[in-house]
């Protein structure tokens, strides 16, 4: 298991599809998704870092604060930014919309990440990029996208050694993955208000 470890929560999204509200404080059972993955990931990390071009938002978070390095260049941006800024080599990145992380799933790919520069979730055949982990080895190959103008963050895992974990190996720590449940429309949050999960 990686004893050391950060996580970077990316909150740089223009969030067109939630009429612009900001995903990071969207509610479910009274807390903002932001302040319930802080609550998450700190008994877990060194340091919680939020990447945000809107850093007032998160005065009252005990976290810190980066920016991205170039507007509009989308996650692959927001991961660059927050690695760079790390002082970890282990990171964990989660999307601000993912309010129903497991700390058991962080564990489990905690453990998995030795050798390892990026462990991300396939399902199905879709890749996971903004639930996992990612190492500083990767920003050079990001360097080197961003440079190109090539965003899409899967291009970079043939480059990189990359630990894809399947559906049957991450159902051990999450049955129903709902740990991979994000919300990116107003559907999407009344469903998400109807699961059953502690948070």
């Not at 903002?32 to 919680?48: G, M, Q, R, T």
């Not at 990447?51 to 509009?72: F, G, H, M």
């Not at 559906?167 to 999407?188: C, H, P, W, Y």
């Amino acid at each position: 298991m990686v004893q050391e470890m950060n996580a970077i929560i990316l909150a740089g999204g223009k969030n067109t599809r939630m009429n612009s509200q900001d995903k990071a404080f969207l509610e479910i059972k009274g807390k903002a998704i932001a302040e319930i993955l802080v609550a998450k990931f700190s008994p877990l990390v060194n340091d919680v870092i939020v990447v945000t071009n809107s850093p007032q938002k998160y005065a009252n978070l005990d976290v810190r604060l980066v920016k991205d390095e170039y507007p509009d260049k989308g996650p692959l941006m927001g991961i660059y930014s927050g690695l760079k800024y790390s002082s970890s080599k282990y990171n964990f990145i989660v999307a601000c919309d993912m309010p129903f992380v497991k700390p058991s799933l962080i564990r489990y790919f905690m453990d998995c990440a030795n050798d390892h520069d990026v462990v991300i979730s396939k399902i199905d055949g879709k890749f996971h990029p903004l639930f996992g982990i990612y190492s500083k080895d990767c920003i050079s190959v990001m360097q080197e996208m961003l440079k190109q103008d090539v965003l899409k963050i899967s291009n970079m895992f043939p480059k990189v050694k990359t630990c894809f974990l399947s559906r049957q190996k991450l159902e051990k720590f999450d049955k129903g993955l709902v740990s991979l449940a994000n919300i990116n429309t107003m559907e999407d949050l009344i469903k998400a208000k109807e699961i059953q999960e502690d948070l």
